[in-house]
């Protein structure tokens, strides 16, 4: 079973900054300091939470970096899909989380809103999801039937 990709949960109201906005650099805190199988390339699936709970558009990651905040910020500046305020209090949410902890940056290209969000039935938790082949495919088949309807 080959990893193709992963489904990131975001906020309803961060998916227009992804793909109407073009800020393309998605940061996240990870669980651990590694995807399995995740590699430039692979795709990311955006989950919409907080109520909507479909899959809105994905992306191919282009490039992988771990970076503190501030060197995001430095960096990418308003290509992140959160301003500098809204990255400092993701950074605050949470005890654990500090200025030199790093960040999951993933630079993305290909961004794709689907015409209509895919509703995705199994429970989506804050670290994602990994998404095979076969899901990946199964997930393009449900786009391809509302795009010819």
């Not at 990651?61 to 400092?88: C, Q, S, Y």
């Not at 995705?120 to 786009?143: C, D, F, P, V, W």
């Amino acid at each position: 079973m080959k990893i193709s990709g992963i489904i990131f949960p975001i906020p309803l109201q961060f998916v227009d900054r992804i793909f109407a906005d073009q800020r393309n650099v998605f940061v996240k805190y990870l669980a651990h300091s590694t995807l399995v199988g995740i590699t430039p390339r692979s795709k990311v699936l955006f989950y919409a939470s907080h109520g909507q709970k479909e899959i809105v558009g994905e992306a191919t990651i282009r490039a992988m970096e771990l970076l503190t905040p501030v060197e995001a910020l430095e960096k990418h500046g308003d290509k992140i899909f959160l301003n500098k305020d809204e990255l400092m209090n993701y950074m605050l949410q949470q005890p654990s989380r500090s200025t030199s902890k790093k960040l999951l940056v993933l630079v993305l290209s290909k961004l794709r809103k689907y015409p209509k969000g895919i509703s995705y039935k199994r429970h989506m938790t804050m670290a994602g999801e990994y998404l095979t082949e076969e899901a990946y495919n199964s997930l393009i088949k449900q786009i391809g039937s509302i795009e010819t309807k």
